[in-house]
């Protein structure tokens, strides 16, 4: 068959072909532990039982998984999601709640606000990343809650948009592992189930869509991996901040009918006492302090507290930015001034800690795990030191500890430790050895020497006749 212009016209279209089909297939070799942390906002523990998720039961045939994790009180969004990458509580690295107020700055904190951003609000706890780059490392972070803020942002990262595609959010983690010097640490941040959690509550219908839909955002994620030959080489930890709990338009708790609304403030959005929520720092007007604190405490359904009454177990009171009265409903009931500033909410999370339903979800895969192994409850305090360990960095000061999460890996820290032991103890016999031996033979030819010359004074042996 002759090889024509129309032949050569096909070949030079198919090309291109072939070689993107190449770098989609590309196989990767890292040098070093790599770790990519994955959080799915508001996904509580017991989500994976309500509907068929065969992409996280891979992750758990293949790793482990917690019963549940026991998150930090309270339990919302940035004050969890900064505990998971500082191994700190709450009063501790100082985000102690999506909205706060500082009377040192004399300013309130919350999501959008001029400088929530400003490094003078998050510099108590040191993230994982930036302890990832003290050790000279890399790091690539797509949307995680403080990613963004001024002095301490990773090597990569992305302004934050919703909008931007899950899947898209991967294929970003992903293409940064192709670069001649890649991160170690990844992470990327989901907003569902979270917000759909809210809109219709945690045991609508819709919320199963979504579940489906976050399992298939793990099924391209492990999809993407394979392809790239990195299934066996990255250590993926899937989490959550906090689960969600169902709202009742009957259990209402109207502070109005109870107290003077000129008495104290809300800290809260903007608009200082609008809308409703689980929680809230009440900070009484100049005097008010004991009559404010009486009025509350009679409220069904309310829990109140002075500052220096909070529950050591909560890990919460230690902080400039606690006010002096704390009120926290009963689990699935609601705060609000006035009914008519209730928000049209039917799930919502906050609550004590010790609730099932604010507990969320911990799955995790790869070198260092062991297989097809279920955990008992940990806090997620300790997430920080695992995921350190896993790296090969020194952790910052932290609260957590790796010995509460060492069964989850393969080899613990202390026979890590005892195997090291062992090769400095191996090391120091082998070099001993080898001492006696050089020893030994130096000695030998040094007597051997002598000897030979002593003999070359007896005797002369004279010319050889033999021709060599």
Not at 211 to 233: A, E, P
Not at 328 to 356: F, P
Request: hydrophobic share 35%; aromatic share 14%.
């Amino acid at each position: 068959m002759k090889f024509g212009p129309f032949h050569v016209f096909i070949l030079f279209l198919f090309l291109p072909s072939q070689e993107a089909f190449a770098s989609v297939n590309k196989k990767i070799t890292l040098t070093q532990p790599t770790v990519i942390l994955i959080s799915f906002d508001g996904f509580r523990w017991d989500y994976l039982d309500k509907v068929q998720t065969p992409n996280f039961d891979s992750v758990v045939r293949n790793g482990v998984k917690a019963k549940h994790v026991i998150n930090t009180f309270v339990t919302k969004t940035f004050p969890n999601h900064y505990t998971i990458v500082t191994g700190f509580y709450e009063e501790s690295h100082g985000i102690i709640g999506n909205n706060m107020y500082d009377p040192v700055f004399n300013e309130t904190f919350y999501i959008g606000s001029p400088s929530y951003l400003d490094i003078k609000w998050w510099r108590s706890g040191e993230p994982i990343w930036i302890t990832n780059q003290k050790a000279l490392k890399k790091s690539a972070v797509v949307f995680w809650p403080g990613s963004e803020v001024k002095g301490q942002t990773p090597t990569h990262f992305l302004k934050y948009d919703r909008e931007f595609p899950f899947e898209k959010r991967v294929d970003y983690l992903l293409d940064q592992l192709e670069g001649d010097d890649p991160p170690s640490f990844l992470a990327a941040y989901f907003h569902e189930p979270d917000h759909t959690g809210h809109k219709v509550g945690p045991n609508s219908p819709e919320l199963l869509t979504v579940i489906r839909r976050v399992d298939n955002v793990t099924g391209y994620l492990l999809k993407s991996l394979q392809t790239r030959g990195l299934s066996d080489q990255v250590n993926l930890i899937i989490t959550s901040d906090h689960g969600m709990a169902e709202l009742n338009s009957s259990r209402i708790i109207e502070l109005d009918k109870f107290v003077p609304s000129d008495w104290y403030t809300l800290v809260t959005w903007p608009g200082g006492s609008n809308g409703s929520d689980v929680y809230f720092h009440v900070l009484p007007e100049d005097g008010m302090l004991s009559k404010t604190y009486q009025k509350l405490k009679v409220i069904p359904h309310l829990n109140v507290y002075l500052k220096e009454e909070i529950p050591e177990e909560f890990h919460y009171k230690h902080n400039r930015r606690v006010m002096p009265i704390l009120i926290v409903a009963d689990d699935q009931w609601i705060i609000t001034r006035s009914i008519t500033q209730i928000q049209n909410y039917h799930g919502n999370h906050g609550y004590n800690n010790k609730y099932s339903d604010m507990h969320p979800f911990f799955l995790a895969q790869g070198p260092a795990f062991k297989s097809n192994f279920i955990s008992e409850p940990f806090e997620n305090v300790h997430i920080y030191p695992l995921m350190c360990h896993v790296l090969g960095i020194q952790p910052s000061s932290n609260n957590g500890s790796l010995l509460a999460v060492q069964q989850l890996l393969k080899i613990t820290p202390q026979e890590s430790k005892q195997d090291f032991t062992a090769l400095i103890v191996l090391s120091v016999i082998s070099f001993v050895v080898f001492l006696l031996m050089s020893y030994g033979i130096v000695s030998f030819c040094i007597k051997n020497h002598c000897r030979m010359r002593q003999y070359g004074h007896i005797y002369d042996l004279g010319t050889s006749d033999f021709d060599l």
